[in-house]
């Protein structure tokens, strides 16, 4: 049998070999086929120096990411995407709604206008400074896991790593 799919979508540093980045792959591997995504790179702005990523991204960056992921035609189940990458994975779900999106610390999404049709998790940092407003989730219908004494980096605690995963593992029914 098959795995399904999920993709991971870097934030802003692009892939990362740190630890936190492959505690996320240790838990889901057995599960799923995983392809890592580095942001930047699907961006097209993986050469600028880190000043000016930022602005790249916010400029043009996040949709040509977004187009460039639906042009792989990866087509995974599951989308995990970290701050500008679930950003770059809700772009793509509003065209390509057949993945379920699992997005931490996307606060990028504060400036969207509608949702995708595909199922949405989001985690934020109770903590979070640029996240979006409690108006704006009442607006799109949306109930964010709002994850205590965290801010904008809680996507590399261990017990946040832990929360996340075993929520794809139970909605994908490999936990009961």
């Given at each position: 049998m098959n795995k399904p799919k999920l993709a991971i979508l870097s934030d802003i540093y692009g892939n990362s070999k740190e630890h936190w980045m492959k505690e996320y792959v240790r838990i889901l591997?057995?599960?799923?086929?995983?392809?890592?995504?580095?942001?930047?790179?699907?961006?097209?702005?993986?050469?600028?120096?880190?000043?000016?990523?930022?602005?790249?991204?916010?400029?043009?960056?996040?949709?040509?990411?977004?187009?460039?992921?639906?042009?792989?035609?990866?087509?995974?189940?599951?989308?995990?995407?970290?701050?500008?990458?679930?950003?770059?994975?809700?772009?793509?779900?509003?065209?390509?709604?057949?993945?379920?999106?699992?997005?931490?610390?996307?606060?990028?999404l504060r400036n969207e206008t509608s949702k995708p049709s595909s199922p949405i998790n989001l985690f934020f940092g109770e903590l979070e400074k640029n996240g979006p407003s409690s108006s704006w989730f009442k607006k799109l219908e949306l109930n964010p896991e709002i994850i205590n004494d965290e801010g904008h980096e809680c996507c590399k605690h261990q017990s946040v790593v832990e929360k996340v995963c075993q929520q794809i593992l139970e909605d994908f029914q490999f936990l009961g």
């Open positions: 591997s057995p599960f799923f086929e995983i392809t890592q995504l580095d942001s930047r790179e699907l961006a097209d702005i993986h050469l600028l120096p880190q000043s000016q990523v930022h602005g790249g991204f916010v400029q043009g960056g996040i949709e040509r990411a977004a187009q460039n992921l639906i042009s792989k035609d990866i087509q995974p189940k599951v989308i995990l995407g970290f701050s500008v990458g679930g950003t770059i994975a809700w772009k793509y779900a509003l065209s390509q709604s057949q993945s379920s999106l699992y997005l931490i610390s996307a606060t990028r």
